[in-house]
């Protein structure tokens, strides 16, 4: 279905020989915040209009997981196994934790509010090597009822959080972004990228990457433009295990290098929104467009464990 546009020999090493984008399945409204949970072989994902969170397994196909989820969005995994979301809905970041068998068990709410004020709607969400949970706050999920519900800001600004689970100190380490949207870490964890998409509510708005130094594994600073993706929005990425950013975009997953060029593409037949790795080998990318999940493998690894 798809060829590869190789825009510098960098990313020459990664499409595989015979290998090209499928199509598993279809069905949805927006597919975002892609989970691959390899216990069980399969892929979450959450349908945000419809309220529901999906799911794919390579012999069962699309399946609903999940009906009236509170308008989930991203999603990530805590190296025990728990499954986190970020609830437009909830305005909070819920923790789903799993049984012996893989059994959810009820969900539980982590954090929803900075200092006595609700947070606008959490919308990614990455943990960092040390259990440190990180989570972008746009107004999406209040903006309407068609993602959430609409409301005031009760913080009257967009921020990145850090959570300590341990401690349960929760603090703003960015206030840069205008609406921060997608975030990832480098294979180092030294440099933390985060999306602006405030061109997604607002005329001439931004749509590019703001690339942060982790300062002590819990700050940042020096923030500079990493990338401008153009068409659409960088509204979710993900990074390989060479520090290659595989981000969303209006055609395509738009891939850049660490040192922020665009080394390459791979064209989508609809509008991408988020991606993840995943499979037996970490080497597949699963791509949220649209209505539809494609599949690729490369050659190449996700930066973190599935």
Avoid at 33 to 56: H, Y
Avoid at 74 to 91: F, K, P, Q, V, Y
Avoid at 278 to 304: K, M, P, Q, V
């Amino acid at each position: 279905m798809t060829s590869f546009h190789i825009l510098d020999p960098r990313f020459a090493k990664i499409p595989l020989a015979g290998e090209a984008m499928e199509k598993l399945c279809t069905g949805a409204i927006w597919n975002e915040g892609p989970v691959w949970i390899g216990e069980e072989g399969v892929l979450l994902w959450s349908d945000i209009p419809n309220n529901r969170m999906l799911r794919w397994h390579p012999a069962e196909g699309m399946t609903v997981w999940r009906e009236k989820v509170e308008f989930t969005n991203g999603h990530t995994r805590e190296a025990n196994g728990s499954l986190l979301h970020c609830s437009h809905g909830l305005r909070a970041v819920v923790r789903t934790r799993f049984d012996t068998k893989m059994q959810a068990l009820p969900d539980e709410i982590v954090v929803d509010r900075y200092q006595g004020r609700r947070f606008n709607s959490p919308n990614d969400i990455v943990v960092k090597s040390d259990g440190s949970i990180w989570f972008t706050d746009p107004p999406y999920g209040i903006a309407s009822n068609r993602e959430g519900y609409a409301a005031p800001s009760e913080l009257g600004d967009c921020y990145v959080f850090r959570l300590d689970p341990k401690s349960g100190a929760l603090r703003i380490v960015s206030d840069f972004v205008e609406e921060p949207n997608g975030l990832a870490f480098s294979p180092d964890e030294s440099v933390l990228y985060v999306s602006d998409t405030s061109a997604a509510l607002r005329e001439g708005g931004n749509h590019h990457i703001v690339a942060f130094d982790v300062v002590g594994g819990q700050d940042l600073s020096n923030p500079r433009i990493f990338a401008v993706v153009n068409p659409g929005l960088a509204d979710g990425f993900r990074v390989d295990k060479n520090g290659f950013v595989y981000t969303s975009s209006e055609d395509s997953v738009q891939v850049y290098h660490p040192d922020g060029t665009l080394i390459g593409r791979l064209p989508v037949p609809e509008k991408v929104g988020n991606v993840t790795f995943g499979g037996a080998a970490g080497d597949e990318l699963f791509i949220c467009a649209s209505s539809s999940i494609y599949r690729i493998r490369l050659n190449t690894r996700g930066a973190t464990p599935t």
